[in-house]
């Protein structure tokens, strides 16, 4: 099932996509906690404005050093870098990457998203499935100048907008062998599959939840599967999974 959230007259609201007509039949409710339950209000694909799938009550938790890759190839026995996103960083489809005055260089990462669906803690890796509500496209957005340069990388990545989701939540899918790609105004700049990622996803929400309290919609990104790619203001950025989606956002200038 592919669950999307619209915007609507009403308000920002759920619905679950209609695969052979695209279509959106919205919910009454969050169907994290209350099921898939629709009132008979559908929306045309062409009229949907999407928005986050999901929006975390607390954080977006970032694993770097994650995917067996060329130019590195990371111990799995260590702990990996870890960061942190608010969820002010956290925007949808189409909303534009703001660029702070203070960037220099604004680039970009395409991840495998993970959606937590239930308040945990210190989860074994034999049960963290129980946990997961579903999967989404990520954009680990960064300036890579003040990345460098600060002794940590709050400001370097998590300035508002800096993390993209979308376009949809997809609640069974099976992650161990999709391919992820990133494109510059259409252009494919990476490209790169889960089969590489050196800590599986059970592997992460165990690790995540041994260092915080994992709250329903917190959001774990889980490493990028090629380097980061440069693109700064005037350019689309796309981020896809496959079997997920794309996930497309313009880059402007905070003017």
Known sequence: MKIARLSLDQGPR???????????????DDPMYAGVSPTGQIVSAEDANLVAPMLPRSKV????????RPDYRPDPTTVPTTFLKPNTAVVGPNVPIVAPK???????????????????KD?????????IFGYTV???????????????????KGFDTSCPVGPVIVTDLDVTDLEITLSVDGEVKGRG???????????LIALASSMFTLLPGDIILTGAAFPSIPAGPGTEVTCA???????RNPVVSDE
Not at 17 to 28: K, Q
Not at 102 to 120: D, F, P, Q, T, Y
Not at 123 to 131: C, G, L, Q, S
């Open 14 to 28: 759920f619905a679950v996509v209609d695969e052979a007509s695209g279509a959106y039949h919205v919910l009454a």
């Open 61 to 68: 938790i970032g694993f770097g050093d994650n995917y067996n």
């Open 102 to 120: 203070w960037s220099g260089n604004i680039i970009h990462e395409a991840e495998l998203a993970v959606v937590i669906s239930r308040l945990c």
């Open 123 to 131: 989860v074994p890796v034999e049960r963290a499935n129980e946990v």
């Open 138 to 156: 990520g954009n680990d957005v960064a300036d890579g100048v003040t990345q460098k340069s600060d002794l940590q990388w709050a400001r370097a």
């Open 193 to 203: 599959t889960t089969a590489d990622l050196a800590r599986s996803v059970p592997e």
């Open 241 to 247: 999974v496959e079997r997920i989606g794309k996930l």
